[in-house]
């Protein structure tokens, strides 16, 4: 059973092997397409793995603690933390090690990598859940090969995956993953072209950014957008976007650089570089036989192709279905960062504004059509909040998720939740607030004329220095707070 197979090794067989992603690129490489030379790491050392290092087991075991479909998402979160942390923390087994290190290095060097997911289902016809499974770009090195491939081997069993994990078809005793390890092409410009739009059969759609594409993959960078008329290959509109910033290959992975005005003046690519981009396209679409999504980049003027896969459309979900959602939580550091300041400068100090200015109506003061009018203001106003805080907010306190996950990538504790412990150290409002209603329940507790008054709503008087306390954990936490 082979660990890696070079593109010219891959037969009509090896799907399952090599994972579609690999599949794919080997069968364009054969048929003369231009793509960043690879070589695939089988799914056979995925499977070496997890049996040599006793994984297979823990992961059965940690799947099989509760029912998953009874599982609240948070708690397949947790599974999925405490697998990854098994890949991180494992051994890797020394045969298994040496084989992969020398074929990278071989094949390689210390050029720049892209170690990417291939999983046996990942991008195939039938199947509209690309994307999620890991990949990470800009490594140098056989060894940080292998640690990243540690980490797409777990996604495997990443909350994503295991939302799906039906559709998947995961199975502990059958699931594997392969990786595609491609060398990095640094494209000046990059973006992604569909040879079919699914929602106008007519047309085609050219999407480019300046730079790298990973900001326009993660949604970070707006890009500027084509429409091309698929009979007569001509461009029937053009978007632009703001150009504001672009990814660039940092010393280690991906950093963000501000785009110079002249850059940022000009789209990505001129017009006859659109059709060029959307030629690939449909070379690729006749060669697979249904219409593809390319993923593109323009390196030293060479128009390569990264990757391609079917073009699909996701099946509308139930209306009760919330995985889409759960999904849209995961964000980028460089996300929760624009995210922060959103929240700091922009939502909180609104919040406080529209709060004191509805502390300030004398409610008692109105006629009856004007409390009608109140009320139904205060509604608006409430149902427009509820709307930011699943929109801004839900996002933003699920960053620490990401905290968890690089405090875990980063020292591999034996216990994968104890990052939980530094925020235990910090002065959070939430702890400010507990503590407040703590002393505040215990007085309840202790003068027996407190408990009183609060029975009967006289505290004013009965217990005014209670009332003054109250007063003020309302003020600072609100009413609903307890």
Known sequence: MPLILHPHEISGGDRLKVGGKAFALARLVKAGFEVPEFLSITADAYRRFVETTGLAERILLELNRKELRQMRWEEIWDCATRIRNLFLRAPMPAGLAEELEEAVSHRFGERPLAVRSSAPDEDAAASSFAGLHESYLNLRGAAAVLDHTRKVWASLWSDAALLYRQELGLDVAR???????????????????????????????????????????????????????????????HAPAKRERRAAAGAAGIEWVGIPAEMAGR???????????????????????????????ISDGRLLLLQSRPVTTRQQADAGDQRAWYLSLHRSFDNLKRLHRKVEEELIPAMVREADALAAVEVSALTDTGLVDEIKRRWEINDNWVKVYWADFIPFAHGIRLFGQIYNDALRPADPYEFVDLLTRTDMASLARNRMLAELAAEVRRDPAVADCLGSGECGERAPEFRSRLKDFIAAFGDLSC
């Open 175 to 237: 699931s594997a993953m392969a990786v595609a390890v491609q060398a990095m092409a640094l494209g000046e410009r990059s973006g992604i072209v569909f040879s079919q739009d699914p929602a106008q059969p007519s047309q085609a759609v050219v999407e480019a950014v300046h730079g790298l594409n990973q900001g326009l993959v993660d949604g970070a960078v707006e890009p500027d957008r084509w429409v091309v008329d698929r009979d007569f290959g001509r461009v029937l509109s």
């Open 267 to 297: 789209p990505p690519l001129a017009p006859v570089e659109v059709l060029a981009v959307y030629d690939l396209a449909r070379k690729a679409e006749r060669y697979f036989g249904r219409p593809q999504d390319v993923e593109w980049t």
